[in-house]
């Protein structure tokens, strides 16, 4: 088996998305996402220049989904 041909492959295919596509997927303000990101019950932004950072759009989507299939909405009880 080849893993270093299939990480390639892996890495060409990673989508990285904004705060917005972030907040929109997580139902989840910008507080609580940075919040949560740091005590480590969300998925980490990736630094993509001096000023600038993104979220990968799987990782994000996993997240999701991982609160769906738990029981618990992706959105958090909070007050935007």
Known sequence: MNTAR???QQAKHIEYIKLPE??????LSTTSIYRMAVAGDFPKQ???GVKAVAWVRAEVEQWAASRTVAGQTPVATESK
């Open 6 to 8: 299939t990480d390639e």
């Open 46 to 48: 990736r630094k993509l």
């Open 22 to 27: 972030v907040r929109k997927i997580s139902g």
